[in-house]
């Protein structure tokens, strides 16, 4: 029987995944949105997801969770929980009317949405700084891929060339990944985009303008996270090999809408 090659032969073996605590930390989170009838509990949720995820807060949990999220790096964290992010935001808002806010969003929204805004636009770059952050990269989940981390801006001109390398080489890793987490984005908030008014992006949730604005107008938000090169691989389980071309994310936006 032939042997299948690993997707990436010259990385080192992948690392063991996410947690079980810090799986189930994220589906108690979302199952609270996941009910026929939203009550009370999705806001302790949207408190949790930003305290954990944005503020980087453990005081209050479990010993084994904090275990946990301290034994992987902020952006392993950060890929794992952005689908949970992607569906509880959606719910929250295709429920925006029936929860009484068609005018103004309510705190947990509001909390909600800032820690979307803030993973897909803030957390590269603060997760980059992270000394860990390179074992994490190649571990990343596949789920999460169009995360893009960005180099270090403040670094000194003697040392861009090798930085310039580590960032290419970082990349090809990157492109590499699937695209799940753009069908998801695109599958949930393409009908819901009119959902959120610009009067709703004010204060903390001014930076998300970048976001929707440009899908207001039926247009591809020029930010990272959107616009990354990604490299399609061979499909492990059928065999098919897939022409090893790059292509921007805005090809997959555009047959997606």
């Not at 964290?77 to 992010?85: D, F, K, R, T």
């Amino acid at each position: 029987m032939v042997k299948r090659k690993s997707l990436d032969e010259n990385e080192p073996e992948c690392g063991k995944g996410i947690p079980f605590p810090i799986q189930t930390f994220l589906w108690r989170q979302t199952s609270a949105f996941l009910r026929p009838k939203l009550g009370k509990q999705y806001e302790a949720s949207c408190v949790s997801f930003e305290r954990v995820l944005v503020e980087n807060k453990l005081h209050g949990l479990s010993p084994a969770l904090s275990e946990a999220i301290q034994s992987i790096s902020r952006w392993e964290l950060v890929q794992a929980a952005l689908p949970h992010v992607l569906h509880c935001t959606s719910i929250l808002l295709s429920n925006r009317n029936k929860l009484g806010h068609q005018d103004k969003l309510g705190v947990a929204e509001t909390k909600l949405l800032h820690t979307l805004h803030w993973m897909l636009l803030e957390a590269p770059q603060e997760c980059n700084h992270e000394p860990s952050l390179s074992h994490g990269w190649s571990r990343g989940s596949s789920s999460s891929a169009f995360l893009q981390p960005v180099g270090n801006q403040g670094s000194s001109p003697g040392h861009s060339g090798s930085l310039l390398e580590e960032d290419e080489h970082t990349r090809t890793k990157l492109f590499q990944k699937s695209m799940a987490t753009v069908e998801l984005f695109v599958f949930l908030f393409a009908p819901l985009v009119h959902r959120i008014k610009e009067s709703d992006l004010t204060f903390r949730l001014a930076s998300g303008l970048v976001i929707w604005q440009p899908m207001w107008e039926h247009r591809l938000p020029d930010i990272p996270a959107f616009t990354a090169l990604i490299k399609p691989v061979r499909n492990i389980v059928t065999g098919e090999k897939i022409p090893n071309v790059s292509q921007t994310s805005y090809g997959h936006w555009r047959r997606l809408t």
